[in-house]
């Protein structure tokens, strides 16, 4: 198995709600990422997680929580968001950890509108 | 701070004909840049990848890429182009801070003409 898989692949949400986006890897990689990319911009990190920690969290508002269950397994919560969160939230994974030279896999996203 | 620019919003080429992507970047110390692309409503696939060594780094699908540390760029080229290579490319960046923290680049449309 040699993908990322992101769940759900469409989300439209109220302010109000309170939702959560999934990614899984089993490749037995040890990091993984979080990127949002906004419409014909490109994408920018948001959190990682390495062997399950949470590594980098690029000053992302409260309103968006990521949890690493286990290795395989990233969520990212999401409550109270803003019209302006609507993008495509992008999960990655790499093999060997965060390394600058390590290579990512990176899932087909979740588009995700708020009204 | 790193960057990456792409100059170019879009290429276009016609089928069969060499194809070129231009990356400038800026970076303290070494850079490790890397090539991706993005169809439509997919994630970003890796295409090659540049540590250390050889200039020239190939990689997937016939696509090479190369390092030129005195013009600070790392250009995308393909000798010959397939209309199954239109897609969006993004260049990225990341210096030896110890951490895999990619800057993309603002990314470029490729348009193969048949």
């Known amino acids: 198995d040699t993908e990322v898989t992101q769940t759900p692949k469409h989300l439209v949400m109220g302010m109000t709600n309170k939702k959560s986006l999934k990614c899984e890897q089993h490749?037995?990689?040890?990091?993984m990422y979080w990127y949002k990319q906004k419409a014909k911009k490109p994408p920018e990190l948001m959190f990682v997680?390495?062997?399950?920690?949470?590594?980098i969290n690029e000053s992302v508002p409260s309103r968006f929580s990521p949890e690493c269950p286990n290795s395989s397994l990233l969520n990212l919560h999401l409550h109270a968001l803003q019209p302006e969160d609507s993008a495509l939230y992008l999960c990655?994974?790499?093999?060997?950890?965060?390394?600058?030279?390590?290579?990512?896999?990176f899932g087909s996203g979740t588009q995700l509108s708020v009204l | 701070a790193q960057s990456v620019a792409q100059p170019e919003d879009q290429v276009n080429v016609a089928e069969g004909n060499p194809l070129t992507v231009k990356c400038t970047y800026s970076v303290s110390g070494n850079p490790y840049l890397f090539w991706y692309v993005q169809y439509p409503n997919r994630g970003l696939q890796f295409l090659l990848k540049?540590?250390?060594?050889?200039?020239l780094v190939k990689g997937s699908y016939g696509f090479e890429a190369e390092f030129n540390k005195s013009q600070t760029s790392f250009h995308l080229k393909k000798p010959s182009a397939l209309v199954s290579d239109s897609a969006l490319y993004f260049c990225?960046?990341?210096?030896?801070?110890?951490?895999?923290?990619?800057?993309f680049g603002t990314g470029t449309r490729l348009l193969v003409s048949p």
């Open positions: 990225a960046v990341t210096g030896n801070t110890g951490f895999q923290k990619l800057v």
């Open positions: 540049y540590i250390t060594g050889d200039n």
């Open positions: 490749m037995g990689h040890r990091a």
């Open positions: 990655a994974s790499s093999q060997g950890g965060v390394a600058p030279n390590e290579k990512l896999f």
């Open positions: 997680y390495s062997y399950e920690k949470l590594s």
